[in-house]
């Protein structure tokens, strides 16, 4: 059963590096390097959608990785979907790109549990765990005593294949008979199989390089990480210290007792201690890293590692689109265009597959994508809740009158100008952010476009040959060129698709899909085999990698989420009762056609653009009532 | 049992269409459009060397297809290995890229047989069958009595998968009782499941149009090709009329008895004839092809057909290298650069893979390449005979008497001029034939390295987005793009090794390779799981094409071929007693490094020659006694 999670080949992308070799690596140099953070999963789910944005949050700070704590109770474990930590940890680790660490207790495991949450945790991909003991009672039940039995359990079966952690108490284990039998205990521990320790909180540095000097003494050699909590509250404070059987030094005590009651002055003392705490565990040169507990908040461990700049930073971007942590994933390197927009969607989607498409689409035969009902967890993303639901009437307009209110919201998007409520369009249903960077040098373009009711909802202009570092379309290793070709896709009604239908045959380099919602009729010149390349990259020393494709079998596939968007997200902001809104938005679901165009003459100025303004003047000049 | 020959996806190759298709597609038109041609087994090795340029011949004339005669005396089927007419089919179709028919007759013929020697077609990937009786007597015993018995097996046991031709006979087959009987045979045959037929030769048109006519009338609906047998001498013409119980028409006779002795007038009456005879096909709106009995020689069948012009054209090639017709092959658009210079040992080398490289080379993992001892019909090609002994010592000099006589040698081939003997050098034993034309725009570097010493043997200028139609770079579909990076591969001294690992550093975007003939030491800095892209295009609609690339595992291979010819092909030119000409080789071959440079930086002038030129003036200044 023993194996170990393979280290791909690069082939464009990062490779899988277990988290255990990036501690190794970094403990190397006696810098702090990275930060990482502990998270508990929310008691609710409305909490959960908060999470998201922190887990992001968190990334771009440059947190290396993020743990998720056990709850015992909250966890049923006769479903392994309905594991609340696994949930999370599957949600930071596949839709907010942080590699991910799960605790894991003795308290009412037996092997036959702990192996069933073992094989779920590799089918997500999670590789990391936290071997705790949990507080077990004379209630608790559990084939295992020790966090060292859970960790020598885990080694047995699975070998190398997981990183493992353990706490260790800097000021000794409430239950150990003292500091000695204390130290030969986590020994036991790492001995059993562990990668690092992460300590648990402490108030001054002295009590952490003692500690550490301590472990070495008998002969501990791994990463010993702090364990840092940042004072939010002085509740939190006095909570968590009498669960965690701590005394807190006098001096703070002092210092808090006049502002109490102070919230913000709690916070930013707090916040003051710990950069001070942080400064001297970083000169100690006892470590590597910093671990935060955040208790789920932001802003005191945020404004932390900005002040001690250690946010581990990413290199270049390695592919055009954002790269799963995922060690599953780690090959990856082609995808269909269609879901940039929605990257969580794809790889909600596409977390199934055995194996992902690496050089070539063409292998992946016939991907079975999951369907649009598969959303789990993920449907929170695109769901219209009572509180979000005023931000995107604000966005997409509080009523919708007629096909031209709906092209006036896409163009406020693309010009990135406010809609004419005054409110900057930020996202569309098919756009979960804002236009990227490269999208500016055709942002004219395509207000122009949906302007006149083209409605674009994904796009890339032609590259030809750049380098590899430029800051706006570059991405792969140093020295490269990189290459697209023109891409534009949108929805139009059918009276326009009947004179793009005559326009077409005068381009014979630009290759289409064009269908409704029911998907038939469906216009293409693509070989339905093959797909083809709109982003690739030459870079020294590799085979080409071209990481962006547009074929048919995944557009067929996309079409229906991008209709389903219309009446899913958009009409959702609407209350049942504005009958005019829906009508509206129906309207186009049921009529409009989604197009894609790729021009395949790269080197030269696009025909696109050219292409699509004959279809407005055509239109125009022969338009029904209904149109503009 | 049953199964379909595949039609595989194209991703640049031109996939593999049964021979079936092509017919039935020409037989749309009412025009001749290709020619095809009989051949027989050589009887002895030697003819079997001259076969292969007359292949080659009729390839570059456009012949759609050749057949093999099957020789139930000749054909041992004990080993199947050592079945004369298979191995003549395999050459014709693996090594001169000619797609082939093998006959097969009833003769002595049991199921088992059969069905052993249609399995080891498969394996050898001919997928056509012309299904004979043969000339069954008393003495011949077997489990086939007609024709059509063998059609119905081969459909019965393997489907559609054969393209299956049978012969037919304008007038009436010697043996059958009359002309209506005869018909009814073949029409018996055709319905057992032929998919074209072949006639029996005729000297006068009309005979041809009453049989189709015939055939037609009773409902045989398969495209009927005329076997045409042009006179090649009054011996062979009274021989084979003789022998297949055919009358030769008065006119014939009289026109041949004045000439009858002298052998070319003989030939070029045939020659007339039979472009009288086939203009009278071509007109008469029956035929797709004309079928040519050649009797395995070349000079009056390709004077028929340059005359009437129907040579089968060749499209643009659909890849920088000589595609295979191998339907098993049809999927490769992937191979090292190394054998550019022979295809035909790569071929051999690679012809047990039960996959081939499609879109990525590294798909295939750990390549088992054939050894060089695998050798088996194509040793014929690399060996030295006493016929061709004086050519190859004309070309690569009589004696050598020192390292520079080689490099000589070398200079002169690149450069195109004669050697100080006075012969042209038109192939080495690393290129079987002369310079590619892409090579002529490098041609005088490379002269310039070769009287230095700096040995090469392949090379590719770099090409920075030609276009795909371009008549010296261009390969695959109209509109495309495409790119090579400069490469060059050579033999130079223990000294001039020196100087160029001293130069490397400074060329960071060069990846090299460097051994010697033990493969010890091996300098690179190449990725050993990662191949290098060398030639690559872009196209509409497709996925990028990269169809040469350099890699570490293959080179590995590849060095051991490149070294063996010093001693095992050019040393053979020499007699045992020239001990100077031996040495000279076998110290080059000892002591020399083999080296491949790739320019990574192909959009600019490539850095390799000025490179090389610093370490023909560094090696100058700090020369060791014995190198000029």
Redesign the interface.
């Known amino acids: 059963m023993q194996e170990k999670v393979k280290k791909h080949?690069?082939?464009g992308s990062s490779g899988f590096v277990p988290l255990s070799s990036k501690l190794t690596e970094r403990s190397q140099s006696r810098e702090v390097s990275f930060f990482s953070i502990e998270l508990f999963p929310p008691k609710t789910w409305k909490a959960l959608d908060n999470l998201v944005p922190l887990l992001n949050n968190f990334r771009q700070l440059g947190s290396l990785f993020s743990t998720v704590t056990w709850h015992s109770t909250m966890n049923q474990l006769d479903n392994m979907d309905d594991i609340l930590s696994m949930q999370v940890a599957e949600i930071a680790l596949n839709y907010c790109w942080l590699d991910t660490m799960i605790h894991l207790t003795c308290v009412d495991m037996t092997t036959d549990k702990m192996l069933a949450i073992l094989e779920r945790l590799k089918q997500i991909g999670i590789t990391n765990i936290l071997a705790l003991r949990g507080d077990l009672n004379e209630n608790t039940v559990g084939d295992f005593h020790y966090a060292s039995d859970l960790v020598g359990f885990i080694r047995h079966h699975y070998g190398d294949y997981f990183t493992i952690a353990v706490a260790g108490y800097p000021i000794e284990h409430p239950e150990s008979m003292n500091k000695q039998q204390d130290r030969e205990n986590l020994k036991k521990k790492v001995d059993a199989g562990a990668d690092f320790i992460i300590t648990q909180l402490f108030f001054e540095a002295d009590v952490y390089i003692d500690f550490v000097d301590e472990c070495r003494a008998i002969g501990i050699e791994v990463p010993i990480l702090p364990g840092i909590m940042p004072i939010q509250s002085y509740d939190s404070l006095t909570k968590i210290t009498r669960l965690s059987q701590l005394d807190i030094p006098n001096r703070i005590i002092q210092d808090l007792e006049p502002i109490r009651n102070n919230d913000e002055a709690v916070r930013n003392y707090g916040i003051e201690w710990t950069i001070h705490l942080c400064r001297q565990l970083m000169q100690s040169g006892r470590t590597p890293g910093l671990h935060f507990f955040t208790l789920n908040r932001q802003h005191a461990t945020a404004t932390i590692v900005k002040a001690l700049e250690i946010g581990y930073s990413f290199c270049h971007k390695p592919l055009p689109w954002k790269q799963p942590v995922n060690h599953r994933r780690c090959s990856e390197n082609v995808r269909p265009i269609f879901w940039s927009g929605r990257p969580e969607s794809y790889v909600q989607r596409t977390n199934t597959w055995d194996e992902f498409p690496n050089?070539?689409?063409?292998?992946v035969h016939s991907p079975s994508f999951g369907s649009l009902n598969d959303y789990h967890l993920f449907a929170a993303l695109d769901s219209i809740t009572p509180k979000n639901r005023k931000r995107y009437a604000a966005m997409w307009g509080k009523q919708l009158l007629d096909e031209q209110d709906v092209w006036h919201i896409f163009e406020a998007y693309v010009a990135g100008t406010n809609n004419r409520f005054g409110h900057k369009v930020e996202s569309l249903p098919w756009n979960d952010e804002g236009l990227a960077p490269e999208t500016n040098v055709i942002r004219h373009r395509l207000s122009h476009l949906n302007r006149h009711g083209i409605l674009t909802i994904n796009s890339q202009p032609n590259v030809?040959?750049i380098s590899s570092s430029d800051s706006i379309h570059g991405w792969g290793s140093p020295?490269g060129?990189v290459?697209q070709k023109a891409y534009v896709e949108f929805f139009i009604s059918q009276h326009k698709i009947d004179c793009l239908l005559k326009i077409l045959p005068h381009y014979?380099?630009v290759?289409y899909q064009i269908t409704n919602s029911k998907g038939d009729p469906f216009y293409t010149?693509?070989?339905e085999?093959?797909?083809?390349?709109v982003t690739?990259g030459?870079?020294?020393?590799?085979?080409?990698i071209?990481p962006t494709?547009v074929d048919v079998v995944s557009f067929k596939v996309w079409k229906d989420e991008a209709f389903s968007l219309w009446m899913n997200k958009w009409a959702r902001v609407y209350p049942d009762e504005d009958v005019e809104s829906h009508s509206v938005l129906g309207s186009i679901c049921n009529t409009y056609y989604l197009v894609n165009l790729?021009d395949?003459?790269?080197?030269n100025e696009t025909c696109l653009w050219s292409m699509l303004e004959q279809v407005i003047v055509s239109n125009h000049c022969t338009s029904s009532s209904h149109e503009v």
């Open positions: 080949s690069t082939n050089g070539r689409w063409g292998r030809n040959g020295n060129y290459y014979p380099l290759n010149n693509c070989d085999d093959e797909p083809i390349a690739w030459v870079f020294p020393g590799k085979e080409i071209q494709i790729v395949n003459d790269y080197p």
